[in-house]
């Protein structure tokens, strides 16, 4: 476990080296935070008959996302494991006396909780201060709020599994546009960032709800906002784990199988 | 001319050279493409217009800008992906040769995976326009011409200022994309739905409303002015100061040496 927790430390502080990039990073979040937002505002002063969240919960979430992008988003690729399974540098991974799988684990995770650190406060806290339309609200009640956290750290953990999932099928594919990339995109869709998930046609979210994506920020954001009941957040959750469960076993599986018989590119 | 031709199908014939690849790539590009109007589709299930504009009039503003985007995407690749011929040192190469630069930027690059996206906005914008009762006389079709011509054109001229940025910066950094991105996807919207700061913005400082907005209220009927109609070769004007900035920025590069 030692062991794990280094190189997750190991990750989170060389992530932190990246200062510059990350206020560029925020730059950016906020201006399209904004442009998103604004859509949303030109629609609902149309007006409409039936709207699932009301302008304020919209906003929140959206900027939720736009600040807890750089931990939950589904669609960033881990590049330095794609490029080790082709340079060959896989195989100085592979003499390590350690689960390969859990070592990918703690990296990506770590790296995803140093770039969102650096991103999340500013960003909230100058949103929590901006005048109404723009305005970052605050959570549904206590116990959203609460659950909202839990649901947070799993739909950390589950997005985790998802995108340390990707390379181990390159293991044996070689090559990780295709399939890899196609699973990304639909992700996109159905993980609520492009759209939230309130916001789709009812077979839409009848499919996605047999889909782990929305389980990674949708369902955590939706409790904050508070579209979502107690007990209806409860239940998400348990699915959450248990997708978590089945994507870590999997996972494992496939990679050990593969390992068997990988094919170091390289010297 | 007959050399960007050339080089198009040099790097057309190299691209095919891996043909599963292309194949998968091609087809994973119109999945991506359907995120983009995912959005509009989704949204108007929920609201019945955006500040009086209908669905299939805003998927046609979408397809016009996503078309102008997709062809500088395959056509003008080169000058998109700038800062790697900076970083790689290889811009000091072009400039030995006696050719005009900028054709030579356009030459070292393309990418004709997306294709799929210039096709697939050609076809949304058929569906559109089939769903859209337009009384069609010559100056609708001149219109619509026009915006789609402008619209390549602004691509165009923004990958230029882009890659200007990157003599000054060396690497293109995430800010660019706030102007192309950011920029692409509110001018998916007509224009005028947006708070009056932001159309002030992309009429006079990036001309967005001049390709699909001012020309597509006369082409919808919503306005009479048959200037409307000429109003995206204004768009060339924005292309001037672009090229300007680009040679600008060649005057004041120093090699970053390899």
């Given at each position: ?267 | ?69 997709s062809?500088?995407?395959v ?37 004709f995976v997306k294709v799929s996206r210039m096709i ?139």
């Amino acid at each position: 476990m030692r062991a794990y927790f280094t190189y997750f430390k190991l990750k989170f502080i060389s992530s932190l080296q990246y200062r510059m990039a990350a206020l560029a990073g925020i730059a950016t979040q906020f201006f399209f935070g904004f442009v998103y937002i604004m859509v949303y505002i030109a629609f609902y002063e149309s007006g409409s008959h039936h709207t699932p969240m009301s302008m304020a919960q919209v906003v929140t979430y959206l900027w939720l996302n736009q600040a807890l992008l750089a931990l939950v988003n589904q669609f960033s690729r881990e590049e330095e494991l794609f490029k080790i399974i082709k340079d060959g540098g896989i195989s100085y991974e592979l003499i390590r006396p350690k689960n390969l799988y859990f070592m990918w684990y703690f990296k990506v995770i770590g790296q995803r909780l140093a770039n969102v650190l650096l991103r999340f406060f500013p960003l909230i806290i100058v949103t929590s201060l901006l005048p109404s339309p723009f305005h970052f609200g605050l959570p549904a009640s206590f116990s959203h709020f609460l659950l909202f956290l839990f649901s947070l750290v799993l739909g950390t953990l589950l997005v985790t599994a998802l995108t340390v999932f990707y390379p181990i099928v390159t293991l044996t594919t070689m090559n990780e546009k295709g399939i890899v990339n196609l699973m990304i995109s639909i992700a996109d869709i159905l993980s609520g960032i492009v759209v939230p998930i309130p916001f789709f046609p009812t077979f839409l979210q009848k499919i996605s709800s047999f889909l782990p994506f929305q389980y990674i920020s949708d369902l955590p954001f939706q409790l904050y906002v508070g579209t979502i009941s107690f007990e209806k957040g409860l239940f998400g959750m348990m699915i959450q784990f248990i997708w978590i469960i089945l994507f870590l076993i999997i996972g494992n599986f496939f990679m050990n199988q593969s390992l068997k018989r990988v094919t170091v590119q390289g010297g | 001319m007959k050399l960007y031709l050339k080089s198009l199908s040099m790097h057309l014939r190299g691209e095919l050279e891996y043909r599963v690849n292309f194949i998968l790539s091609f087809l994973s590009q119109i999945f991506v493409f359907f995120t983009y109007y995912f959005i509009i589709l989704a949204l108007f299930t929920k609201f019945d217009h955006i500040k009086g504009f209908t669905l299939y009039e805003v998927l046609l503003c979408f397809s016009i800008i996503q078309f102008g985007f997709s062809f500088n995407e395959v056509f003008a690749r080169g000058i998109d992906k700038f800062d790697v011929l900076i970083i790689h040192g290889n811009f000091d190469r072009l400039l030995l040769r006696p050719k005009n630069i900028i054709l030579q930027v356009l030459c070292s690059d393309s990418d004709f995976v997306k294709v799929s996206r210039m096709i697939q906005a050609l076809i949304v914008m058929g569906i559109a326009l089939i769903h859209l009762e337009i009384s069609w006389n010559l100056f609708r079709i001149l219109c619509l011409l026009f915006m789609l011509i402008s619209s390549c054109v602004i691509f165009f001229g923004i990958f230029l200022a882009a890659a200007a940025y990157c003599f000054f910066t060396v690497q293109g950094l995430e800010v660019r994309n706030v102007f192309t991105d950011g920029g692409k996807h509110m001018a998916q919207y007509p224009i005028g739905v947006f708070q009056k700061g932001f159309v002030l913005f992309f009429t006079f400082v990036i001309p967005y409303a001049f390709v699909n907005y001012y020309p597509l209220l006369y082409f919808l009927g919503r306005s009479n002015s048959i200037y409307y109609a000429f109003s995206p070769l204004l768009v060339f004007f924005f292309l001037f100061p672009c090229i300007l900035l680009f040679y600008f920025g060649m005057r004041r590069y120093t090699s970053v040496g390899s």
